[in-house]
T-cell receptor, first 113, second 113 residues
């Protein structure tokens, strides 16, 4: 595709439910990042993929968060047993090679009620 | 851990005037990359400018330029001839040798007509 695509763009879920957020990076981009942005705040690093492997998972807030990437392309961020503090915009970004500019998607706004 | 500090939560500039956004960072590395990203209300992060630390020459992209002071660990963004479309959140970012991007907390830029 022309850019990084994220779905859904908005998600409202009840506390305790599981959610899956999807990211389709730009074709050929090997690096993929997930960030979380709370209202009016900066970007919090969650996880980074190089190809299908995740060398750095240090940003995942708890074991309720997990992510995978298959075929060196699509990535899914899963949040189990959602809590209200999980409410935020989840941004995905990809880059062709490391140290090149990140291309961001429009994000998924997650609201946990 | 590396940190990126943007000390100006919000700034205002008159249309056609010049404004400078500040950014400082903390690192023990000698080789790294610095970026400025813009996030308009549409939520999508857009790359404004990129600087390699090994280059002494300041990066420039049309009306956007940086003042990179490596010894002082300072990386400010100058926007000349400000336009209404420049109104957005601006994030400074640092990229390290472990493939991680660190973002500042952002500066909200208002452009007055």
């Amino acid at each position: 595709g022309a850019g990084v695509s994220q779905s859904p763009s908005n998600k409202v879920t009840e506390k305790g439910k599981d959610v899956e957020l999807r990211c389709d990076p730009i074709s050929g981009h090997t690096a993929l990042y997930w960030y979380r942005q709370s209202l009016g705040q900066g970007l919090e690093f969650l996880i980074y993929f190089q190809g299908n492997s995740a060398p750095d998972k240090s940003g995942l807030p708890s074991d309720r968060f997990s992510a995978e990437r298959t075929g060196g392309s699509v990535s899914t961020l899963t949040i189990q047993r959602t809590q209200q503090e999980d409410s935020a915009v989840y941004l995905c970004a990809s880059s062709l090679v490391v140290a090149f500019a990140l291309h961001f998607g429009n994000g998924t706004r997650l609201t946990v009620t | 851990a590396q940190t990126v500090t943007q000390s100006q939560p919000e700034m205002s500039v008159q249309e056609a005037e010049t404004v400078t956004l500040s950014c400082t960072y903390d690192t023990s590395e000698s080789d790294y990359y610095l970026f400025w990203y813009k996030q308009p209300p549409s939520r999508q992060m857009i790359l404004v400018i990129r600087q390699e630390a090994y280059k002494q020459q300041n990066a420039t992209e049309n009306r956007f330029s940086v003042n990179f002071q490596k010894a002082a660990k300072s990386f400010s963004l100058k926007i000349s001839d400000s336009q209404l479309g420049d109104a957005a959140m601006y994030f400074c970012a640092y990229f390290d040798n472990f493939n991680k991007f660190y973002f500042g907390s952002g500066t909200k830029l208002n452009v007055k007509p």
